[in-house]
């Protein structure tokens, strides 16, 4: 099955870290560029951050610049993003999406179920 | 970056068409061909609708169909079904390596 899925989110405090992965199935993950899109509760989408095929380049909202990392394992069909120096603010589902072909930040045609991430003390 | 501009609501009755707007600037919806449109139903995922301006993926409808005029993006649903009463996001390239997504629209069926 053509899937992709997020590892378990959690509860974290003001100022501290978290390694959310996805794991591909299905596809040829390295043949893809990938990202990391979030919702705040009630919210709407927020582009996080993106990488493009074999993780020649990364990319950052400014929101996140400088505290994220976004990674990839092709050989485990695994993308990654390592949140630190979390806030309040941060609390948010995050979805893994799949671009198109060809394309790196602009269409999405793959996410998985999302991993709620909950920043409190 | 700032968020693209649509309105909070739309409404329309099974069978009529009704167009959500997304309202950008000549930096993003302007500037480039990238605007894509998103279907999100309440605790799921978002689907992709449309993509560049117009295009529609394998298994979307032709109902859906986008376009662009200047600084503003649209999507029409035509032939309104019930099923397509949730919420939908627009996002635009902004250049320099940025995305940028719309507010969202909640789609009533009436």
């Known amino acids: 099955e053509v899937q992709l899925l997020e590892s378990e989110g959690g509860l974290v405090q003001p100022g501290g870290s978290l390694r959310l992965s996805c794991a591909a199935s299905?596809?040829?993950?390295?043949?893809?560029?990938m990202n990391w899109v979030r919702q705040a509760p009630g919210k709407g989408l927020e582009w996080v951050s993106g990488?493009?095929?074999?993780?020649?380049?990364?990319y950052y909202a400014d929101s996140v610049k400088g505290r994220f990392t976004i990674s990839r394992d092709d050989s485990k069909s695994t993308l990654y993003l390592q949140v630190s120096s979390l806030r309040v603010d941060d609390t948010a589902v995050y979805y893994c999406?799949?671009?198109?072909?060809?394309?790196?930040?602009?269409?999405?045609?793959?996410w998985g179920p999302g991993t709620m991430v909950t920043v409190s003390t | 970056q700032s968020a693209l501009t649509q309105p909070p609501s739309a409404s329309g009755s099974p069978g009529q068409s009704v167009t959500i707007s997304c309202t950008g600037t000549?930096?993003?919806?302007?500037?480039?061909?990238?605007v894509s449109w998103y279907q999100q139903h309440p605790g799921k995922a978002p689907k992709l609708m449309i993509y560049?301006?117009?295009k529609r993926p394998s298994g979307v409808p032709d109902r859906f169909s986008g376009s662009k005029s200047g600084n503003t993006a649209s999507l029409t649903v035509s032939g309104l079904q019930a099923e397509d009463e949730t919420d939908y996001y627009c996002?635009?390239?902004?250049?320099?390596?940025?995305?940028?997504f719309g507010g969202g629209t909640k789609l009533t069926v009436l």
């Open positions: 999406a799949r671009a198109l072909v060809g394309a790196t930040l602009h269409a999405f045609d793959m």
């Open positions: 996002s635009s390239y902004a250049g320099s390596n940025n995305l940028v």
């Open positions: 000549s930096s993003d919806v302007g500037t480039y061909n990238f």
């Open positions: 990488i493009r095929i074999s993780g020649s380049r990364t």
């Open positions: 299905g596809f040829t993950f390295s043949s893809y560029a």
């Open positions: 560049e301006v117009s």
